[in-house]
């Protein structure tokens, strides 16, 4: 089975700080790990997604996320934080098997992310 | 691309009557997600379908929920009767699963969402 933990409901930085929102992840099978970021009143869009390949993925915004097999983990980083990333973010995983589980995804509680001025 | 289209954006209706909130996946995806988000429960899947086919309907909160794709183009998900605790912003996800080596790296596209309020 699945499951996300994310460390932390509610985290505030300065503008121009670094982010740092934390996720830990349990899977029985090899992951794929994705962030999702949701904007007042939006669905989910994606951030970015680890498959295969280089464990340190870059995606939208400046905004980059290191898998860790060895500690389970796939914590978002940002080197500068702005204004305009206030936001919720959710951490998901998901099996990289067949099954009935196919294309599912299971998400962590999300993290309010507040930037001050 | 207009993205995934959910109708409607807002619903305010009272307690026991159906409620049916409408899902538009982009053209061309063959996996369709209905999730419900809550404060208190944060965000659960209620049921994916895979090629017009319900795959994995477990998070469905009980008989009063259903949800069907009647074609590749449009889904809906129907609660009757309603209920306060129903009162959630829903949202609808679309993706193209390839299947394959490339199965489960399939990115999901969010609709807006729906805001149900049941009172």
Redesign the interface.
């Given at each position: 089975a699945q499951s996300v933990t994310q460390l932390g409901s509610h985290v505030s930085v300065s503008e121009g700080a670094l982010v740092l929102l934390r996720c830990n992840y349990s899977s029985s099978v090899p992951p794929?790990l994705?962030w999702?970021v949701q904007y007042p009143?939006?669905?989910?869009?994606?951030l970015l997604?680890y498959?295969t390949g280089a464990t340190l993925v870059k995606g939208i915004n400046g905004f980059e996320a290191e898998f860790k097999k060895s500690e389970t983990s796939f914590h978002l980083t940002k080197p500068s934080a702005h204004m305009s990333d206030a936001a919720e973010y959710?951490c998901a995983v998901?099996?990289?098997?067949?099954g009935?589980?196919?294309?599912?995804?299971y998400?962590?509680?999300?993290t309010q992310l507040t930037v001050w001025p | 691309d207009a993205g995934?289209i959910q109708s409607p954006r807002h619903e305010v209706t009272e307690m026991g009557q159906e409620v049916t909130l409408r899902c538009k996946p982009i053209s061309g995806h063959n996996?369709l997600?209905w999730y419900r988000q809550t404060m208190m429960r944060?965000?659960e899947?209620l049921i994916?379908f895979?090629n017009n086919v319900p795959?994995?309907d477990s998070g469905m909160p009980e008989d009063r929920f259903s949800a069907k794709m009647p074609n590749a183009s449009f889904s809906t998900l129907k609660i009757q009767p309603s209920e306060p605790r129903d009162s959630a912003v829903y949202?609808c996800?679309s993706?193209l699963?390839r299947g394959g080596a490339?199965?489960?790296?399939?990115?999901?596209?969010?609709?807006?969402?729906t805001r149900l309020t049941v009172l």
């Open positions: 794929y994705f999702y009143n939006q669905g989910l869009q994606l997604k498959t959710f998901t099996a990289a098997d067949r009935s589980t196919l294309g599912r995804l998400f962590g509680r999300g | 995934v996996s997600f944060g965000l899947l994916y895979n795959i994995d949202f996800a993706s699963n490339r199965f489960g790296t399939d990115t999901q596209y969010f609709g807006p969402g």
